[in-house]
T-cell receptor, first 113, second 112 residues
Framework: DAGVTQSPTHLIKTRGQHVTLRCSPI?????VSWYQQVLGQGPQFIFQ???????GRGNFPDRFSARQFPNYSSELNVNALLLGDSALYLC????????????FGPGTRLTVT | QQQVKQSPQSLIVQKGGISIINCAYE??????FPWYQQFPGKGPALLIA?????SEKKEGRFTISFNKSAKQFSLHIMDSQPGDSATYFC???????????FGTGTRLLVSP
């Protein structure tokens, strides 16, 4: 079975631009969470979605938004990119909302210049 | 109170030795404690996890020891191999948290 998939793998953007990252969860999983991992640090929680509803939000500015689609895939959008947004963006899926067993995708490496 | 403190920051172990990584937490609402292994350029992979109702869980060469009263848990890697060289993260979750709270990571290098 396929694991969590994310696209694109790498992305280079300029300050002020907008970016959309995509995630497909493991088949049968209904919950998707997004995390930001800055180099040398642990992942930091951004959002959690379950059945298309936002169930949790981390301490990130309103420039960050997300949504979940009927097929449980998800998008993370970041507006007005800053240099500090450069990071590995990870998507994790779990069976249920806030599920303990979260399985991560390979991530999208975003570089903002 | 939502922090998970992890130590050491880095660790060098000889092949065949035991690698030990420690984590501590404050929030007693945490009730799920996983360990993740991450290789460069990859996403974290769930390695092993424990709940507070047991003091130890073993899967192959990997063991979690859990001390509820001290609010500490640790990962032991027995017979460490060069292929175990990676960054290890402890994490915690609890009812109503809707998220994993991660430690700062430990870079493990197993020398041949």
């Amino acid at each position: 079975d396929a694991g969590v998939t994310q696209s694109p793998t790498h992305l280079i953007k300029t300050r002020g631009q907008h970016v959309t990252l995509r995630c497909s969860p493991i088949s049968g999983h209904k919950s998707v969470s997004w995390y930001q991992q800055v180099l040398g640090q642990g992942p930091q929680f951004i959002f959690q979605y379950y059945e298309k509803e936002e169930r949790g939000r981390g301490n990130f500015p309103d420039r960050f938004s997300a949504r979940q689609f009927p097929n449980y895939s998800s998008e993370l959008n970041v507006n007005a990119l800053l240099l500090g947004d450069s990071a590995l963006y990870l998507c994790a899926s779990s069976l249920v909302s806030g599920g303990d067993e979260q399985y991560f995708g390979p991530g999208t490496r975003l570089t903002v210049t | 109170q939502q922090q998970v403190k992890q130590s050491p920051q880095s660790l060098i172990v000889q092949k065949g030795g035991i690698s030990i990584i420690n984590c501590a937490y404050e929030n007693t609402a945490f009730d799920y404690f996983p360990w993740y292994q991450q290789f460069p350029g990859k996403g974290p992979a769930l390695l092993i996890a424990i709940r507070p109702d047991v003091s130890e869980k073993k899967e192959g060469r990997f063991t979690i020891s859990f001390n509820k009263s001290a609010k500490q848990f640790s990962l032991h890697i027995m017979d460490s191999q060069p292929g175990d060289s990676a960054t290890y993260f402890c994490a915690a979750n609890g009812r109503g948290f809707q998220k994993l709270v991660f430690g700062t990571g430990t870079r493990l290098l197993v020398s041949p």
